[in-house]
């Protein structure tokens, strides 16, 4: 599924492996706080990428729950890897808030970075327990939100793991654009 924002940013949603997203600038990593290789995304990310990729972001780290960091892409095919932490939703006080701030910082640093185009997974939706569903609408009212203050970014994939997720998240999307 793909739509365009009244800004004019594209949004996309796709079943895939986001290790192997081309044309895309940056990928987002669901990283955890001290920015190692670990299991779900943030594992799929670094075995990748290289060695290479933790011996630069760990001096990075640790991050906090709701902020971002970049790093080069190493051996994929992309420019960034943009490192984001987001709750964990059954410690979290506030996760919504908690996420949508993940999902701002993650923005604001491909901005910084003057990245075009940028492939998110679903953040905090694997280890840290966060239903799919709630995540989803987070997401994309987060990022509908602030399209139109993006200047550099102009398309965003969401990459899902598994057709549930994929569908999921396609709902959510078609739900809040109209």
Known sequence: MRVTTDSGVVIECVQ?????????DAVVNAANAELAPGGGVAGAIHAAAGP????????????QTG???????????????IHVLGPVYPQSERPAEELAQAYRAALQRAEECEARAVAFPAISTGAFGYPVDEAAHVAFDTILAACPALHSVQYIRFVLFDLRATAIHQQALKALIR
């Open 16 to 24: 895939g492996d986001i290790t192997r997203q081309t044309g895309v």
């Open 52 to 63: 290479g990729l933790y011996r630069e972001s760990r001096e990075m780290a640790p991050i």
């Open 67 to 81: 902020e971002a960091v970049v790093t080069g892409a190493h051996d994929l095919p992309n420019r960034y890897v």
